[in-house]
């Protein structure tokens, strides 16, 4: 829903707030006094309350004298409560507003929730973007910071978290009937969304040496030890956020709650949440697991300069504090780990934004309602990426820490940023930004070369994933990398005809733009030959095939299937982690597009990946003492994506028999997910009892990856118990119900159980399976369908089930069926001649029609059931 403002006459400046909820029949009640300062004369007062039974009303004046009330009453459409009074409130006059209330405990992971894991109740709360409300009335917009003193009414035996360390506390006690009385000390001024609790059974691991103390609490029945990772980081991560931002953050403690059950993580000022699927690192867990968990706690951690002490006044900005997030988060990782985040960034965010940025489902950054994309996940933190490289690094920074010093404790919006850049650089920001935090979408340019004249034509146009769009007019400064330099040109909506020497050049260079660039064939094919020779750099080249490959599946600007895979021919030498992960990305999408169609395509196809890949693999060799995480990750890419190499099967094939018949020790975590899916790809029910007898008696991130490994399996009594095991409570809350998921839907039998698993509703009657949750299975479902028949009955379906399931994702899997359905239409013959040209393509006497078995296989699930 979107958000409706509240009257600026008035405005909260203090809560004392007091919850007391019962965790056995899931209530509870609070009070609450707001103090209010009068801006303007009023007679009504207006602010939020929704799924709250407001018991009692009281008023009082500044000098504590009652407020007469004519009338109250609420919307629940708009989410309010209105007090209506006699006599107008004089300006610059304060009021306090006392109420009682209760509610229920909310039991999907928004308000104030509860989760039952492994026989233990947790109680937490997620306020994000509009959720305080259902919790206490209250001034529920993001530009109404105020302060807060929190009071909860507990269980003696429980452990009670807030935003703020604990003030004063009655006497705990063993039994679980008896309470006590919990007080917080006061925060700073805060907005509602940023304001926590938390109750349960906890354990918690400090770290002691920091200004601060910094405490990682879990549910009991979890060990505390796997959370020592994520504390060290956010130790180190403060300091370099001290250090960089020249900022105090604010804070008096820092406690990281592990929530079982929930998704992502929650920035609240001094407690953050985060999902218990990724805060733990045991000893098992792999180097991608402690990315992923240093990331988010880097990313949670960076919140609280950007949203927590300057916040962006209105969610219309949401944005902002995301990309600005993701900013710092990246800077850490280059500090934390000493890699290059910003070349995974290229590979891997960016082009996530680029995609989605060209459906048409991409939005403005700027807008109504907080969207949990990569638009706001992407896009926000490329064009800040475009923006330092324009302004250079120095001066971004510098305008950075003005801004936050400017607005701390207070509200800070885009407006606010670019005027102090604009200041620091002596240039004007603000309308070249707007063009691209206010408009979906984002250019393609396309160029022309004239070899006698020694000269090229750039035109953009809007870049689009279905048809390209009309021309656009960005403000564009196109820099293009030369032989003999960097040239920066403007470029508008009109062509540009630039002169200079064709020997050599590339256009946005370390790929800063935050667009796509179609060169002629000839010049593409110039430039893969550059690859060969090393003259582009890490981004260059991961920009090459990425902009080559987006082109190519939306099948613009003459640019084919055959063009990128020639292109690809020329990394069989890639020394890039980052760049391989671009390569191995285009694979496999290219194989989930070829998942319906006839094996012998479908075969040469893995053939050409296998030689693609082998020269590296056979290179980069086995693991080793010496290994750094990079190391790790790269060997670990090669050997998953082997495209069925023999000697990686054969290894494969030891390291699981050793593997079983050991305590699991013996197979290097790292490459233990990729060692399970290549046996069970190819094995049958034989492995995959061997591997689900390991699961009973495994822990940690080993249990993780043999759930997601089981799916694999293509037997069909396997995929029925591996649905079985993967929709438990347990599984949803530790790996997450998409994850354990996730590898059934790499083969057709496993896509159709997933299929009937939803369409069936048999999920309505497990505990813990949520509709968004299943709706997320459903889309996976869908990114995998190639036909458009396919996509008529599966839109059936979905409404048979739910209309909710149709919302705008399902929406964008629709567009992505159309969209696979015509890249093969028109890329298939090319892509057979070119792995029949090529020596891949072995049965290629005659031309090959699609497989019909396959074909009415699945339309039998997806279209007539
Ligand atoms: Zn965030």
Request: net charge negative; aromatic share 10%.
């Amino acid at each position: 829903m979107e958000a409706h403002a509240l009257s600026r006459s008035l405005k909260p400046s203090h809560y004392d707030l007091r919850i007391e909820p019962d965790i056995e029949r899931e209530t509870f009640d609070g009070s609450v006094t707001i103090e209010v300062e009068v801006n303007e004369p009023t007679t009504i007062i207006t602010f939020n309350a929704h799924k709250l039974a407001i018991r009692s009303i009281a008023l009082y004046d500044g000098q504590g004298d009652p407020v007469k009330v004519s009338d109250t009453g609420g919307d629940s459409m708009l989410q309010t409560f209105s007090i209506f009074l006699e006599k107008p409130l004089p300006p610059n006059s304060r009021l306090f507003i006392h109420q009682t209330f209760s509610g229920f405990l909310d039991k999907t992971g928004a308000g104030f929730h509860i989760t039952e894991v492994h026989g233990s109740q947790t109680l937490s709360t997620s306020f994000e973007p509009m959720h305080a409300r259902t919790v206490f009335p209250c001034f529920d917009e993001p530009c109404f910071k105020a302060t807060f003193t929190v009071t909860m009414v507990v269980p003696g035996h429980m452990t009670c978290l807030g935003n703020m360390p604990i003030k004063s506390e009655s006497e705990s006690s063993v039994s679980t009937r008896e309470k006590k009385t919990v007080e917080f000390y006061r925060t700073a001024l805060i907005s509602t969304y940023l304001l926590a609790f938390a109750v349960g059974e906890f354990n918690f691991v400090e770290f002691h040496d920091f200004r601060i103390p910094i405490r990682a609490y879990a549910p009991r029945s979890y060990d505390i030890e796997h959370c020592r990772y994520a504390l060290g980081i956010a130790a180190r991560v403060l300091i370099i956020y001290e250090q960089t931002f020249k900022l105090d953050c604010g804070l008096d403690k820092l406690d990281i709650l592990a929530v079982p059950g929930s998704v992502g993580a929650m920035e609240n000022w001094g407690l953050v949440t985060v999902s218990s699927a990724v805060l733990f690192i045991s000893p098992d867990s792999t180097v991608t697991e402690k990315m992923s968990c240093a990331q988010l706690i880097a990313h949670e951690i960076g919140h609280q300069w950007f949203g927590n002490l300057v916040t962006m006044s209105s969610w219309e900005n949401f944005w902002l504090k995301e990309a600005l997030a993701d900013w710092a988060e990246t800077m850490a990782q280059e500090q934390l780990f000493d890699s290059p985040p910003w070349q995974e960034f290229v590979s891997e965010k960016m082009q996530k934004a680029l995609n989605f940025d060209s459906s048409q489902f991409g939005h403005a950054l700027v807008g109504p309602g907080t969207h949990l994309d990569f638009i706001t996940y992407g896009k926000g933190i490329s064009v800040m990426r475009m923006l330092a490289g324009f302004v250079g690094k120095d001066v971004f920074l510098q305008g950075i820490c003005r801004f936050l010093l400017q607005n701390a404790y207070g509200n800070g919006d885009p407006g606010d940023l670019w005027e102090v850049l604009s200041q620091i650089s002596g240039t004007d920001i603000g309308a070249a930004m707007k063009s691209w935090t206010n408009n979906p979408g984002y250019p393609v340019i396309a160029i022309e070369e004239n070899e006698t004249e020694g000269t090229i034509t750039l035109t953009q146009s809007q870049f689009s994933v279905r048809k390209m769009g009309s021309t656009t007019s960005y403000p564009l400064f196109v820099e293009i990398l030369t032989d003999q330099g960097v040239l920066r040109e403007r470029l508008d909506e009109q062509p540009k005809v630039i002169k200079m020497h064709l020997k050599f050049f590339k256009l946005n260079p370390g790929q800063m733009g935050f667009y796509r660039v179609a060169y002629p064939i000839a010049r593409l094919q110039k430039l893969g030959e550059e690859v060969c020779k090393g003259t582009l750099s890490v981004e260059d080249r991961i920009g090459l095939i990425c902009d080559t490959a987006a082109l190519a599946f939306g099948g613009h600007l003459g640019i084919r299937t055959s063009h990128l895979l020639s292109l690809l021919q020329n990394f069989e030498d890639e020394t890039s982690l980052f760049v391989w992960k671009a390569i191995v990305a285009t694979l496999r999408e290219i194989s989930k597009r070829l998942l319906f169609e006839d094996h012998i395509i479908r075969n040469a196809f893995m053939d050409f990946q296998k030689h693609l890949i082998k020269r590296c693999l056979y290179r980069k060799g086995t693991f080793n003492d010496h290994d750094d995480m990079g190391d790790l990750q790269f060997k670990a890419l090669l050997f998953g994506n082997s495209g069925g190499d023999e000697k990686v099967l054969a290894a494969a094939g030891v390291m699981f028999e050793n593997f079983i018949a050991s305590d699991g020790k013996m197979l290097n975590p790292n490459i233990r997910a990729e060692v399970f899916e290549i046996v069970l790809k190819r094995g049958g029910t034989r492995e995959y009892n061997k591997l689900l007898n390991k699961f009973e008696a495994s822990t940690g991130s080993t249990r993780k990856d043999i759930i997601r490994a089981l799916g694999y399996s293509q037997n069909n009594g396997c995929i029925k118990k591996t649905i079985q095991l993967a929709t438990t409570p347990e599984m949803i809350a530790d790996v997450g119900l998409r994850p354990a998921l996730e590898s059934l839907a790499t083969h057709r039998k496993g896509i159709y159980a997933l299929w009937r698993f939803i369409a069936s509703g048999v999920w309505t009657k497990l505990p813990g399976l949520t509709l968004a949750k299943i709706a997320l299975v459903g889309e996976m479902v869908l990114d995998c369908l190639t036909k458009i028949e396919y996509s008529e009955g599966a839109r059936k379906y979905l409404e048979s089930v739910d209309s909710n399931m149709l919302g705008s994702d399902a929406e964008l899997c629709f567009e992505g069926i159309e969209v696979r359905a015509a890249w093969l239409e028109r890329d298939r013959e090319d892509l057979i001649g070119w792995l029949r040209k090529n020596g891949y393509y072995k049965h290629g006497a005659t031309k090959i029609r699609r497989s019909m078995n396959g074909f009415r296989d699945a339309l039998e699930y997806f279209g007539c059931l």
